[in-house]
């Protein structure tokens, strides 16, 4: 099976329920509520979860998004290897996890801090699979804004 971007693969499974919609002989408003159902059901958050990961991914730690959002957890992480990076940014995420739910059940939930520390974890995650370890510093430091000098230190 040739490699299609996720991107691609997304409009495909939406157009797939559409056109099973269509053959079961439904008519334009199920052919519609299936396409929604698709575009934006589980599967499809997963996938622009994923999406928003391949994005950080490929702008790299130079950009100034990647900055923005990553900058102040990637100071908690300065100093440890890649594997302990992972283990801390486990522990928050948990710790954040268990703080939203209790701001939940006061309907003063903000899920901007779980989302910012789930796409860490894919990425930290990731950059151990990938055998990132030496770069990991060189990273962290210019997600950091930190010179590479202060980074070899």
Known sequence: MPYRPRE?????????????????????????????????????????????????????????AVRARFGRRAERLLGLDLDGAVFAVERTWREERKAFQIASAFGRGNRLGMMVLSELRLILRLMRRRRMQGEFGAV?????DLEMAEAAE
């Open 8 to 64: 691609e693969r997304d409009r495909e499974f939406v157009r797939a329920a559409k056109d099973a919609a269509r053959a079961q002989g439904g008519s334009a408003m199920d052919q519609a509520l299936a396409q929604i159902g698709a575009g934006f059901g589980e599967a499809a958050a997963v996938n622009r979860f994923k999406l928003r990961i391949e994005f950080w991914m490929r702008a790299g730690p130079q950009h100034r």
């Open 140 to 144: 962290v430091a210019m997600a950091c």
